[in-house]
């Protein structure tokens, strides 16, 4: 994508989110919350697949981390504002931990490794009760407040996390266009190559997956303090594929690219659990769940079949070839 088209691209996208609560629709606005807290998420993941090629099926159990640690000591009397700078720092350390064995790992072998991670996650969500609730949640956890004043509802939750993606993006495009970018994009071409050059193979490859995290850390503390209870289902394995299916569909190779991808993904998974409310109203749940994941299968696959570099990359390759 070329500059031209990139902020051209990233006008309109601005334009449209300013415009959405002057709709004043309640609905639409609540979705574009759940947009933006994919959005920053997915941001991370696709700076890591995007750059490094590293795919990492982890990302839902960090953002766990996040959100279980922003409320956790946020409950405890800390200050909600502090507790998301306490949740960034908590996942930081844990990404950090964890990938420094599987920095030395290539391939695929890396992606297992975060498979490990995301069940771990999982099992101590549900079993470490004392902090997290268990399987019953947990809810107990003040508002963000500006003042005295709680932000809570739709229109808060909605310029704070947007605000939250265009800083994530601007870190997330400077990275890009940095010679830790470039390294890791030398990475991603040839360790060996790039070790030769005097990359530092291990460190980037460190650094790229533990700001990822902090990305999804950073979204999950938002999703918590909007929803106001939390509980392991949010933060399955199913959750990282999803976010994988995020990148996928707007492209890595840009910044926009998982913002746009987390847009479609929520829109497409709003109008399947419209659609199985209409059509099987007594097991509505059961059978959005199931369309989701035929629907996002056959989207994944014609989506790697004729746009493999995401449809952001897409339009953007035709709009670059245009007579100016």
């Known amino acids: 994508m070329s500059h031209r088209s990139g902020f051209i691209a990233a006008g309109i996208a601005a334009v449209l989110v300013v415009l959405v609560p002057f709709l004043h629709n309640g609905y639409l606005t609540g979705t574009m ?5 994919n959005a920053i998420a997915a941001l991370g993941l696709g700076l890591l697949i995007g750059t490094a090629r590293v795919v990492s099926v982890a990302q839902a159990a960090f953002f766990g981390v996040g959100a279980y640690a922003a409320a956790a000591v946020s409950s405890r009397g ?15 350390a844990i990404a950090a931990i964890v990938g420094w064995p599987v920095r030395r790992l290539r391939g695929h072998y890396i992606t297992l ?6 069940y771990i996650a999982m099992v101590t969500f549900n079993e470490a009760s004392a902090i997290t609730g268990g399987p019953s949640g947990f809810g107990t956890f003040p508002p963000l407040h500006w003042g005295a004043t709680p932000l809570t509802g739709d229109l808060p939750a909605y310029v704070l996390a947007w605000i939250a993606v265009a800083i994530g ?13 470039r390294a890791l994009r030398a990475i991603a071409a040839s360790e060996t190559a790039a070790a030769s050059m005097g990359v530092e193979v291990r460190a980037r490859k ?15 503390a938002f999703y918590a303090y909007y929803v106001g209870y939390i509980s392991p289902v949010s ?12 990148v996928s569909l707007g492209g890595s190779a840009t910044t926009l690219g998982p913002i746009v991808g987390s847009a479609l993904y929520s829109f497409i998974s709003a109008a399947l659990t419209q659609f199985a409310s209409v059509a099987f109203p007594s097991n509505a749940q059961s059978a959005a769940a199931a369309l989701q994941v035929i629907a996002f299968g056959l989207i994944l696959i014609g989506v ?21």
């Not at 919350?33 to 807290?37: E, H, I, K, N, P």
């Not at 460190?206 to 999950?220: C, D, N, R, T």
């Not at 953007?316 to 100016?324: E, G, I, V």
């Open 33 to 37: 919350v759940l947009v933006a807290q």
């Open 78 to 92: 800390l200050d909600p504002w502090l507790s998301i700078l306490v949740s960034m720092v908590v996942v930081a």
């Open 113 to 118: 490794a975060t498979l490990a991670l995301g």
């Open 206 to 220: 460190l650094e790229a997956f533990v700001l990822s995290a902090v990305f999804a850390g950073v979204a999950g």
């Open 169 to 181: 993006g601007l870190i997330v495009y400077r990275i890009r266009n940095s010679s830790r970018g």
């Open 304 to 324: 790697m079949r004729f746009l493999p570099g995401g449809i952001v990359a897409a339009i953007a390759t035709r709009l670059d070839r245009r007579p100016s």
């Open 235 to 246: 933060f399955s394995f199913d959750q990282s594929i999803y976010f994988i299916i995020m």
